[in-house]
T-cell receptor
């Protein structure tokens, strides 16, 4: 599985967009980019995933560069409840996929 | 939708005692995962099941750990005997098991285990 690199921490003002970067320069053609987050004392929560096209759902947008070596998760209007650790995971989306390697993630703090 | 249900939410026990953690996956989900989270090692996959059958238990730390899934709506993770180093938060997660959807996992609230 391709490794990912994320900044350890970021701050964002409430109401502003939070842009969380992830580098995955060794990603292979069949690997997707997944984003999860973990709010303190809760289980991880799936956010979004993508292959090469930009994706958007009710929680966030995912922008993947054309060469697929990096991506950015965008929370368009961050709220205090978005304070969490965000994990970028690269994984083949195939049957039998098992171990989601969560790494250390980015700790996002949304500031009032 | 009740989500993934885990019990107990907190467990405090003494070294050497048997501990059983329980999980009810989301109805209709065919894949179930057990994870452990500690400050030192982060989130680790212990074992996962597909259609009630254990597929990969390579993450189970040692023979003291065992997991079962007797039916599609229930799984247990047992530690016998427990040791202080087993103290962690244990998460259960499930996914639909549909083709190409294994990585979209839904996690339970976790069981915080403390072994004294």
């Amino acid at each position: 599985d391709a490794k990912t690199t994320q900044p350890p921490s970021m701050d964002c003002a409430e109401g502003r967009a939070a842009n969380l970067p992830c580098n995955h320069s060794t990603i292979s053609g069949n690997e997707y980019v997944y984003w999860y987050r973990q709010i303190h004392s809760q289980g991880p929560q799936y956010i979004i995933h993508g292959l090469k096209n930009n994706e958007t759902n009710e929680m966030a947008s995912l922008i993947i560069t054309e060469d697929r070596k990096s991506s950015t998760l965008i929370l368009p209007h961050a709220t205090l409840r978005d304070t969490a650790v965000y994990y970028c995971i690269v994984r083949a989306r195939s049957t039998g996929a098992n171990n989601l390697f969560f790494g250390t993630g980015t700790r996002l703090t949304v500031i009032p | 939708d009740a989500g993934v249900i885990q019990s107990p939410r907190h467990e405090v026990t003494e070294m050497g005692q048997e501990v059983t953690l329980r999980c009810k996956p989301i109805s209709g989900h065919n894949s179930l995962f057990w994870y452990r989270q500690t400050m030192m090692r982060g989130l680790e996959l212990l074992i996962y099941f597909n259609n009630n059958v254990p597929i990969d238990d390579s993450g189970m730390p040692e023979d003291r750990f065992s997991a079962k899934m007797p039916n599609a709506s229930f799984s247990t993770l047992k530690i016998q005997p427990s040791e202080p180093r087993d103290s962690a938060v244990y998460f259960c997660a499930s996914s639909t098991g549909r083709l190409l959807a294994y990585n979209e996992q839904f996690f339970g609230p976790g069981t915080r285990l403390t072994v004294l």
